[in-house]
């Protein structure tokens, strides 16, 4: 297994995990999701939003994984680094920085 000495490092691999145009859309819905269940915990606090956020975080990422990229979530090997690049490439996606298209 690769060892990454920073972040900066890891994120182009993470994009490279990225690369097909659905598993980013996939990314992006359950990120929103995520982002819209923990709001809904923060107001009601109900534990119920937690779990809901999980399934849809993990459930969105794994069928863009497995269905369209075709590799194993960066979850299941780095699993702090592939969380903040997660939200990092949300971020990155919805200022326009990344495009939802196949890289070069």
């Keep these: 297994m690769k060892q990454f000495a920073s972040f900066g490092e890891f994120y182009p691999f ?7 145009r659905t598993c980013r859309r996939l990314h992006v819905v359950g990120s929103t999701l995520v ?3 923990i709001v809904a915990l ?3 606090r109900n534990l119920w939003w937690l779990a ?3 399934v849809c975080g993990y ?11 075709h590799n194993r979530p960066a979850t299941f090997r ?13 971020w990155e ?12």
Aim: aromatic share 22%; proline share 4%; net charge positive.
């Design 14 to 20: 993470y994009l490279a995990e990225h690369a097909n």
């Design 52 to 54: 809901a956020a999980l």
């Design 59 to 69: 459930g969105f990422a794994w069928i863009g994984h497995f269905r369209f990229e």
């Design 35 to 37: 982002i819209a269940c």
């Design 93 to 104: 996606l919805n200022l326009g920085k990344l495009k939802f298209r196949e890289q070069p």
């Design 42 to 44: 923060a107001i009601t």
């Design 78 to 90: 780095y699993p702090f680094y592939s969380l903040a690049s997660d939200f990092r490439m949300w």
